[in-house]
Structure formats: structure tokens, C-alpha cells
T-cell receptor, first 110, second 113 residues
């Protein structure tokens, strides 16, 4: 059974610092990995998708890496802004479903 | 850009009542899903649906739950007799194919009193 873990559970940084969010998964037989953003009480916004054959994916200030063999993905957010404050969820696609981690709650202080 | 839409955005019901949560998946998608998120907890898989039948379900998806695609566009989740612990945000999602990226709706917040 796939287990997805995100560390740390919460993170607080001053504005301008780079953010590093970690995700690990137990079963490396995945098809894709998605990173989502969730604002309090809101839905899930897809940020980046990394296919299992890829090592990384970039979108603006966001960069996500994937190391399937070690079961890890890292989301980097450069030059953080207060608007980046949210919960970031990692999810792996395999077995025809998405398995989510518990999320990292990020606070960027102005 | 096409999106998954869910209605209502918020539903309040009394314990023991039946509720139906509605979703309109993206039109060319073939796989449909329901997930739920109890406040402060992980997003959990409930059920996947393909070719007019359930393809997989979790242990959460017991006899109180059912899904249906009554027409060519809607995908519904029914909870027959709601319990307090069914209070959660329910997310619908769809994908083009098996193991393709999922697209999520904005969710329905279900409150059981």
C-alpha cells in the first residue's frame, strides 16, 4: 500500500527566502507525481506534474524534482512571497488513483 | 480551460438524511473519482469509476455510499444515511485515462448536524 509523507508539516519563512518542501513515497511504481496548492477551506490547485520518466519540472518560480528510485520529490519555491502562504500537497499517481501526503503548511511573513 | 464543477459548494444536513453531491467532469475525460478531506486530515481516496462501473473503492466507501453517472455529463455521490463523521470536504476529479493527471473540482463542504 502506497504511503506518502511530507516533511515538515509546517514551515514559516520571511519573505524573499527560498522554500524547500519534501515529499517521500514508499512504492516507487508510480506513473506521475503532482504537487497541489490548497488555500484554507478551498479546493486543490494543481501546480506541477512530473511524469515518472522525468527528473524535474519547472513553472515560473516553482521547480519540482523527482527521484523515483529513492522515493522522493522536492518542491522548490524561489523568492517566496506572502501570497505563497498556503498548504502544499504532494500526491502520487499509481494503481489508477492518487495518494496524497498530509501536506506542508507554509507561512511567508512580510 | 475546461474544469470540473461541483454543486452545491456547501450542504448542511441532519444526521440520518440522504445527500447527493453532484459533479460535472471534464467532457472528454473517461475516469471519475471522489475524494474526501476531513478537516485537518489528509485527502483520502473514496472511489474511482470507469465505463459505468466502479473500478476501485477504498475501505471508507461502505454500503452507505454509492456513485452514479445518470446521464452523459453528471457524476454523483450519494450518502444514504449521513453520520456526524461524514462531515468533510468532498472533491470530485476526472482524468483522461488511467494514471493520467487528475483535475479536481472546488469541492462540496458537507456538514452533518
Amino acid at each position: 500500500k502506497q504511503e506518502v509523507t511530507q516533511i515538515p508539516a509546517a514551515l514559516s519563512v520571511p519573505e524573499g527566502e527560498n522554500l524547500v518542501l519534501n515529499c517521500s513515497f514508499t512504492d516507487s511504481a508510480i506513473y506521475n507525481l503532482q504537487w497541489f496548492r490548497q488555500d484554507p477551506g478551498k479546493g486543490l490547485t494543481s501546480l506541477l506534474l512530473i511524469q515518472s520518466s522525468q527528473r524535474e519540472q519547472t513553472s515560473g518560480r516553482l521547480n519540482a524534482s523527482l527521484d523515483k528510485s529513492s522515493g522522493r520529490s522536492t518542491l522548490y519555491i524561489a523568492a517566496s512571497q506572502p501570497g505563497d502562504s498556503a498548504t502544499y500537497l504532494c500526491a502520487v499517481i499509481g494503481g489508477n488513483k492518487l495518494t496524497f501526503g498530509g501536506g506542508t503548511r507554509v507561512l511567508v511573513k512580510p | 480551460e475546461p474544469e470540473v464543477t461541483q454543486t452545491p459548494s456547501h450542504q448542511v444536513t441532519q444526521m440520518g438524511q440522504e445527500v447527493i453531491l453532484r459533479c460535472v467532469p471534464i467532457s472528454n475525460h473517461l475516469y471519475f473519482y471522489w475524494y474526501r478531506q476531513i478537516l485537518g486530515q489528509k485527502v483520502e481516496f473514496l472511489v474511482s469509476f470507469y465505463n459505468n462501473e466502479i473500478s476501485e473503492k477504498s475501505e471508507i466507501f461502505d454500503d452507505q455510499f454509492s456513485v452514479e453517472r445518470p446521464d452523459g455529463s453528471n457524476f454523483t455521490l450519494k450518502i444514504r444515511s449521513t453520520k456526524l463523521e461524514d462531515s468533510a470536504m468532498y472533491f470530485c476529479a476526472s482524468s483522461e485515462g488511467a494514471n493520467s493527471p487528475l483535475h479536481f473540482g472546488n469541492g462540496t463542504r458537507l456538514t452533518v448536524t
